[in-house]
């Protein structure tokens, strides 16, 4: 009994004290592609240029979550598009630059004037591809039905994207392809489809030898690239605010183009490196890029991962056994707990986190790490199943002469379950507990689509920059840790099962 007091208080303590205290004043935040990374990174280091700290959290995700987060407060600022605003925010294709403003800080949001470039949709088609069709512009797509499409799924589904365009240019192809905006790059150059959609300032239009087809019918609107910060932010700290506006106005198209190109093809330039160089160049703002070696990059990402792993794993063990328990002592309620854990289980991971994050925001979880609490209570409800079913099984599966015998005993019911059972059981919890560890390493990877950060970090950034050392930095790492918490579990087998039942297993 005292030992499973003491696993209890310290899986509580492990769960709930914060690995860190430290908070920075202004949260910047970024969407996954890399002129939106560039920017953030320039908005963090005007930040401390004002003498104000700040964190920037990476390759949140599409407009929706960043945008969300903004409101929630997770964020107090990231760099946006008016067109974007203007058909994913607003809803309202029509609505002019002062209007918007005055929509946004109806929902809390100030926008700044135009940072100075524009960054609109096109469509792309390789170039050799392109002059052998004689394709130059969209509606010249009409001649050709048999060509393959494959878009970004955000541009899908967006007012502005494909479902629209479609209708407006009378395209006659129905099969379209939803995939990741990086990875259709690749599939284009392998030749699995035809044409793409391209930001105008991407650097791989270059990289790739890419035709980008000419918008003959006016369908794109202007994208003109600014900022959305939360209205309390002057407020909390005017001098922020003030070093974040001097981007107004600031950045011409062909130089964010170069900028994002010396990120995505110069070998060992980051983002940061990036931002720093134009901001020395335009400002004169001259900052420390520290070189992050690839043993600190992979410490912070296994610090950041367990913490994702500890705050929900720990306290999904200490919810589902109880669960379990009570599936199996009470049958009615039991098949309505089974087949609610069971229900979850098939949500898909993006989708919960989605639904999430207004969610968690009620609760007022907000500010203690981007995403980070919605990426959390993902993951806990995504550990539940295994551990209440095999919780469940273990304790009916009990054979009927020990229940028999502590009854003959005139046991209470409390020591029954507690000395008796549970232990009896305790093979088969345990089994449960090390599948849900295993599942829950696995998943905290896609927290970083929320900035979460983790392992997945730099599986996103080996995505966007089709790098797979990046790629195997997190994949490898998550593989290594999720044996590694199997293994710590497999040693607490010895300490909370019975040696009797361990000898009957071998």
Known sequence: MIRWILFIIGMLFLAFVPLSWQRSKV????????ESVILGEMLRILCDDAGVSAQHSWE??????????????????????????????????????????????????????????????????????ADALQIKTVSDLLRHPQLRFGFSNEFVDREDGWKNLQSHYELPHQEVTGLDHDLAYKQLELG???VIDVYTTDAKINSYDLAVLKDDLNYFPRYDAVLLYRDDLPDRSPQAVRSLLRLQGAISESEMIDANSRAETEADVSEPRVAADWLEARFGIVTE??????????????????????????????????????????????????????????????????????????????GVGLGSSTAVAALLLYSLLPIVRNTHAGLVGISSHHREAALALGLPPTFRLLHIELPLASRSVLAGIKTAAVINVGFATLGALIGAGGYGQPILKGIRLNDLSLILQGAIPAAILALAVQAAFELAERWFVPKGLRLSQT
């Open 27 to 34: 949260k910047v935040g970024s969407k996954k592609f890399t």
């Open 60 to 129: 949140i995700g599409g407009t929706k979550l960043v945008f969300e987060a903004l409101r929630n407060g997770d964020i107090d600022v990231y760099p946006e598009y008016t067109g974007t605003i203007a058909q994913e925010i607003l809803g309202n294709s029509t609505v002019d630059f002062a209007a918007m403003q005055t929509a946004l800080q109806e929902l809390g949001i100030q926008m700044s004037q135009p940072l100075g470039f524009n960054n609109t949709y096109a469509l792309g088609m390789t170039r050799q591809h």
């Open 192 to 194: 699995a489809i035809d």
């Open 289 to 366: 890029v520290k070189r992050e070696t690839l043993l600190a990059r992979l410490l912070q990402r296994t610090i950041e991962h367990l913490d994702l792993v500890r705050r929900s794993f720990l306290p999904a063990i200490l919810l589902a056994v109880p669960l379990g328990i009570a599936a199996a002592k009470l049958p009615r309620l039991g098949q309505v707990i089974l087949a609610s854990v069971g229900i979850i289980q098939t949500i898909p991971a993006l989708a919960l986190l989605v639904l999430f994050m207004p969610v968690v925001a009620a609760f007022g979880l907000v």
